[in-house]
């Protein structure tokens, strides 16, 4: 099988979360433990960081690998899901893995895979280890693809575990309370193992603390330690002054991850920075700036705040519902630019009636829909979105959307695109 032929075997084959939803879901690690003994259990040949939460757990997972990046480490990436390419997935030092590696992986395990019957993610779990064991890398950045106890990467043994925070995230597999859920992402909490909570949150913070008393785990709650003051909202990112047991730590920080969750994860990335500090790793002052300020460029993330062009500026982010989209907005109304123009598609199952309202009325609108069943059709998008003041053109394809807004848009304008992932996937420039 060629690179097309096996990502297509893979879908097709494997049961997929982002497709068929809780029916894909394996609430167990059975299938995950016998792939890896299958591969030699390849997850007992690197160190690596582990990342749990609602929120959040992409941006600390990219902060952490970049900083050890900056810091001479060859770093191991695996997050889920993918924007555009599937490799995005598994990354090394910043670099997704070759489509060579992955048809040569699916070769040599066809056989095994085709009798475990295993989910895609557990497969894709297998993929990364395997690939950073080969690899050698230095350390891996693990981020859980849903909950934590029973998820696929839940087999390591890290340096230190992370949770984000807790909010509500898929109740009918986690629990239809938040100290239930709590306890789903604190499975990933090992014996003697340092854990990180970024954000101290009252009515989950005994779950945790149960947990890590339980499992003897060195317990830190980072924003008792951590307090991040934003400062400025700039076209590259946001500008933050961090404090450290209320003493100015990091004056002036850049962070490339733009909106104010950001400042939660900080207090948890630089809380681990120090949890890794004390375990030996050479990380300073310069690394930490370097990684935080150049994230996505360091590691490839891809439509978080992602900078397009400039004269005209061109964003794109892939805020969707009600609090992604409150953040960019607050976000553009702090630049400067002469005219906006926004290219906007959005998913059908979405309630517009809560987005719609935090967009700006004197922007020009480029109404599109992204080429997926579940994408709410362009004219319908606009019917709504009139109602709401906004005003502009229908434009289905995302593409002709993003051409047509260029061409209009002089180089003191803003040009924004988003509503939804699927949208951002679609522009030809990511």
Not at 70 to 82: E, F, I, M, R, V
Not at 206 to 218: R, T
Request: with cysteine; glycine share 8%; net charge negative.
């Amino acid at each position: 099988m060629d690179y097309q032929e096996t990502l297509s075997y893979l879908y097709n084959r494997l049961p997929m979360f982002h497709r068929l939803g809780k029916k894909a879901y394996k609430a167990d690690l059975h299938n995950t433990l016998a792939l890896c003994n299958h591969l030699q259990n390849p997850q007992n040949h690197f160190k690596s960081i582990h990342i749990a939460g609602t929120n959040g757990k992409g941006s600390t997972s990219h902060m952490l690998a970049a900083i050890l990046q900056s810091a001479g480490y060859k770093t191991g990436l695996y997050t889920s899901p993918h924007l555009k390419s599937f490799t995005e997935r598994i990354r090394n030092n910043g670099q997704e893995i070759s489509q060579e590696a992955v048809v040569r992986f699916v070769e040599k395990n066809k056989e095994f895979i085709e009798q475990l019957q295993p989910s895609f993610f557990e497969m894709t779990v297998g993929m990364a280890f395997d690939e950073f064991a080969s690899q050698q890398v230095d350390i891996a950045v693990v981020e859980v693809g849903l909950g934590g106890r029973l998820d696929s990467t839940n087999i390591i043994t890290p340096q230190v575990s992370v949770i984000t925070n807790i909010s509500w995230d898929h109740q009918d597999i986690l629990g239809d309370t938040l100290p239930q859920i709590a306890s789903e992402k604190a499975g990933i909490i090992k014996p003697g193992i340092p854990v990180v909570i970024s954000e101290y949150q009252p009515e989950v913070a005994a779950v945790f603390k149960e947990k890590a008393f339980l499992q003897q785990a060195p317990l830190y709650f980072a924003s008792e330690t951590f307090t991040v003051e934003l400062k400025e909202y700039t076209s590259e990112g946001i500008i933050v002054d961090i404090w450290k047991d209320k003493s100015l730590y990091l004056p002036n920080l850049l962070s490339q991850l733009a909106g104010e969750y950001q400042l939660k994860n900080l207090a948890g990335v630089l809380q681990t920075v120090e949890v890794l500090k004390a375990q030996g790793y050479g990380i300073t002052e310069e690394h930490i700036r370097k990684g935080i300020g150049q994230v996505s460029t360091l590691t490839g993330l891809k439509g978080r705040w992602q900078i397009l062009g400039r004269n005209p500026m061109i964003i794109c982010d892939t805020g969707h519902n009600e609090a992604g989209i409150r953040q960019v907005m607050g976000h553009i109304s702090k630049l400067s630019y002469k005219q906006l123009h926004i290219v906007l598609g959005v998913v059908n199952d979405k309630d517009l009636s809560h987005v719609l309202p935090l967009l700006p009325k004197n922007a020009h609108y480029y109404f599109c829909q992204a080429q997926i069943p579940r994408a709410l059709p362009a004219t319908a998008l606009q019917a709504q979105a009139v109602d709401f003041g906004l005003q502009g053109v229908i434009i289905p394809s995302v593409a002709e959307a993003v051409k047509r807004a260029r061409s209009q848009a002089s180089p003191d304008d803003l040009l924004f695109i988003g509503g939804s992932t699927f949208v951002v996937a679609e522009i030809e420039e990511l």
